[in-house]
């Protein structure tokens, strides 16, 4: 990462925009409260009788985040909360809406998870608040770069423990907490292993970078300075793939190769990434079962399902893109709840979008996923310190990945990979985790648009005088 990217520190206060937060944060509940209206009218031809307390629900959380964020983080980007907030208002409503079918409300399935999406948002808002509290300089979190590596080693392991882990649908990746249910630490791990990567590479990228090796066109870094990131990488890899998690495999390694490439500024990495990564793809689908079944669908949507003899979930998905069309059924008028089980409200929630919205309503939240991207991105821009420039591309780059993976899962594009979409998609983990890391993005944002102190006085000035003869 060249050092030309540093920002200019000026002493001159910015503007900070918060009204321009607060009147973007009440379009961006105003936005769900109409589409959660629009479902009641949809389903039962009235307004919904809990339309009232979702509304304050939603309000609340939106007020005590955007107060936090003008008292704790004046300067940040005005825009991630808008954003995080409708993305969050939009999930709440399309689960809501799923719960309406009875075929998804059943015992077996959990029944209704509205509600408790609703509650994990709460404490995903109140973490966001904790952060935002505790965190008052990200640039603290370097201190941590191998404590981090242990977390997320941790964090891994432990769905593999016995009497702790559970396996659900093939895959696994939770653990279970008597009490409170299920949690996937994986989703806490991508926060805790993007900051370890960035403390790395701030210390080591000027020897990964200048003392490589060339060959076959590639240049590698001494084994020394490569190895220690290699190693913690490969583990984690291996963690993952005895937990058959195909899709978080992806985002560590994607996330690996993006941090190396803006530390180093050497494209050969990509390359390298993509032979490695399509090479353990094709390894782990030829051994792996449950994995191979999801390859064998992505080859073959249309083939008889081996699971209920019917077609396939990646078939169902196409068809509800494609019955969508240009405009969509309207919300609550499309029959996605075909694709049965819970993953009409995780993994194919885009299928639901896709369909009662259309592709302008899908292609807009696209836009808003790349909105996020963006101001994260431009947050690690205008970062004046090595660490939090590639902190902040780390977690952007994980979200980015995150989403690319589920939306190409969902369209057919790639494997599914059982991901959930952050912040739209039903899952406690995932939207705690992803408040996180839009509070972690928001303080770095904040360092870097805080005007600098203004000089101490020169004592020599004040002794310099001018006589006049």
């Known amino acids: 990462m060249s050092s030309s990217h540093t920002s200019t ?13 607060l009147a973007m944060l009440v379009f961006a509940v105003l936005i769900p409260v109409f589409a959660y209206v629009n479902v009641g009218l949809a389903k039962e ?54 719960d309406q079918e009875p075929s998804l409300t059943t015992p077996a399935l959990g029944g209704p998870m509205a509600p408790g999406q609703l509650m994990w948002s709460a404490v995903g808002v109140g973490l966001f608040v904790v952060v935002l509290l505790f965190l008052k300089d990200h640039r603290v979190l370097q201190r941590y770069t191998y404590i981090s590596m242990a977390a997320a080693l941790i964090l891994l392991i432990m769905p593999m423990v016995p009497g702790l882990g559970a396996n659900v649908n093939g895959a696994r990746i939770w653990i279970r907490i008597p009490g409170l249910g299920s949690l996937q630490p994986g989703e806490f791990a991508k926060i805790v292993i993007a900051v370890f990567f960035a403390g790395y590479l701030m210390v080591k990228r000027d020897a990964l970078a200048l003392a490589s090796r060339r060959f076959m066109g590639l240049y590698l870094p001494r084994g020394r300075d490569l190895g220690p990131i290699l190693v913690i990488w490969g583990l984690s890899l ?100 075909l694709i049965g089980g819970i993953a009409t409200k995780s993994d194919y929630i885009l299928a639901t979008v896709g369909e009662e919205l259309g592709l302008t309503g899908l292609m807009a939240i696209v836009v808003l996923y790349g909105l996020l991207i963006e101001r994260g991105m431009r947050t690690a821009l205008a970062a004046r310190d090595p660490f939090g420039k590639l902190l902040a591309v780390g977690l952007s780059g994980a979200f980015a990945l995150q989403c690319f993976v589920v939306a190409g899962g969902v369209t057919a594009l790639i494997p599914l990979t059982g991901m959930t979409m952050p912040f739209l998609a039903q899952g ?38 001018v006589v006049r003869t």
């Open 428 to 465: 406690g983990s995932s939207v705690i985790a992803n408040w996180a890391l839009i509070a972690i993005l928001l303080r770095i944002s904040d360092t870097a648009r805080r005007p600098a102190p203004a000089p101490a006085p020169s004592p020599d000035a004040e002794m310099t005088q």
């Open 238 to 337: 291996m963690i993952l793939v005895f937990e058959t998690d195909l899709g978080t495999s992806l985002l560590f390694f994607g996330l690996f190769v993006i941090m190396l490439y803006v530390a180093t500024e050497r494209t050969s990495w990509i390359v390298f990434g993509l032979l490695l990564s399509a090479l353990g793809a094709v390894s782990v689908a030829s051994f792996n079962s449950h994995i191979g079944d999801r390859v064998d669908n992505w080859l073959n949507p249309l083939a008889r399902s081996p699971v209920n003899d019917g077609v396939t979930e990646t078939a169902q998905a196409m068809y509800s893109f494609g019955s969508g069309g240009l405009f969509g059924s309207g919300l609550g008028q499309g029959f996605s709840r």
């Open 45 to 98: 031809d009235t307004v919904p009788a809990g339309v009232l307390g979702y509304a304050a629900g939603l309000g609340c959380l939106a007020a005590v985040a955007h107060l936090v964020v003008r008292k704790f983080a004046p300067y940040s980007d005005p825009l991630l909360l808008p954003i995080a907030t409708l993305l969050n208002g939009l999930g709440l409503v399309l689960i809501w809406r799923l």
């Open 9 to 21: 520190i000026s002493s001159v206060a910015a503007p900070s925009r918060r009204n321009t937060e």
